[in-house]
């Protein structure tokens, strides 16, 4: 009987595991000050583009959590994404936020 269980368990952390990072973008991006709308569309498309490292970083702009989303400008916005050096980041940020806003 114990051992009926142990399929189901490692099956539901494995599928914990696969959402996390996604669930942390989408909070982080939420908790940034965007709607629950774009950052669940943004996170969806940047995790499938960006590798763990780079979500790592682009979740480590710091003076981000100080500053809701909403008080910076785009430009200064840019500019915090710039900083982190990796354009790859800078690409798939902007154009996940302009695919988004168009939908």
Do not use: W, Y
Request: glycine letters at 4%; hydrophobic letters at 50%.
């Amino acid at each position: 009987m114990r051992f009926a269980i142990l399929p189901l368990i490692a099956a539901a952390l494995m599928l914990a595991g696969c959402a996390t990072p996604e669930a942390r973008l989408r909070t982080g991006l939420n908790n940034a000050g965007l709607s629950k709308a774009m950052s669940a569309c943004m996170a969806e498309r940047m995790v499938d583009r960006l590798s763990l490292v780079q979500l790592r970083r682009l979740s480590a702009l710091g003076s981000l959590k100080e500053k809701r989303l909403g008080d910076l400008s785009f430009d200064q916005f840019l500019h915090k994404v710039r900083a982190l050096k990796d354009p790859e980041i800078l690409t798939v940020t902007t154009s996940s936020a302009a695919l988004c806003a168009l939908r």
